[in-house]
């Protein structure tokens, strides 16, 4: 059977809801229901091999349930039929129809390791999302600023006189350049002295020096 001729081996609405239930767990009980079906029908093909009636109506029992669960609702439906057959009345039917249901799961089974395969990685890209996201929080967290705004800050209230505290300028020190940093130091010894006007040009050519545009009267 042909995996693109049979798109509707799986219920969609059915495998979005089993995704949502199971979240991180789905990959797990999909590949148990893979497991579940083959295992049965080994166990149906033994039984037929034993003329076993109610074994292999046991194990058809399990495969209509476990796929309809999983939204195979043909597959179910299959089993059903063979779950009612009557292997001592026509055997050979019974046979036929078995083939049908193998052949068929093989089908059932590609599409849920497709399934598997988007929902793994739907989750990955989740994830990098998550911590592309946390990674950009993580860059402004633990007292990170924005240096353009924030030194355009410092440099107007430097060329309006107001007073700028020490501290201020301390909590930007891990994300001053080395390059910077003797230029940076220079500017707190200007700032402490109130050397506000020497401070702003200091601060000009830091900015300029990390790529930080900022306006100036120069």
């Known amino acids: 059977m042909d995996f693109e001729e049979n798109s509707d ?7 979005e809801n089993i995704k949502n239930i199971f979240g991180d ?17 080994l166990l149906a093909r033994e039984s037929l091999a034993k003329k076993d009636i109610e074994n292999f109506k046991r194990a058809m029992h399990t495969i209509k349930s476990s796929s309809r669960q999983f939204g195979a609702l043909k597959l179910g439906n299959l089993a ?103 230029k940076f130091n220079q500017l707190k010894s200007q700032v402490l002295n109130f050397e506000y006007g020497m401070a702003s040009g200091t601060l000009n050519t830091i900015a300029i020096g990390m790529g930080c545009d900022i306006l100036s009267d120069d």
């Open 25 to 41: 767990q789905f990959e797990t009980m999909a590949r148990l229901n893979i497991d579940t079906a083959n295992d049965n029908i």
């Open 80 to 182: 059903e039929e063979l779950e009612k057959s009557s292997i001592q009345e026509d055997l050979q039917e019974v046979k036929n129809k078995f083939s049908q249901l193998v052949e068929y799961n093989k089908v059932v089974s590609q599409h849920i390791e497709a399934e598997i395969n988007n929902f793994t990685n739907y989750r990955k890209e989740a994830e990098n999302v998550s911590v592309n996201s946390l990674e950009s929080e993580a860059s402004l967290s633990d007292g990170d600023v924005n240096l353009t705004e924030e030194f355009q800050q410092l440099y107007d209230c430097m060329q309006s006189g107001g007073y700028i505290e020490i501290d201020r300028l301390n909590k930007l020190d891990c994300q001053i350049s080395k390059e910077q940093q003797e």
């Open 9 to 15: 081996a799986l219920s969609a609405p059915s495998i």
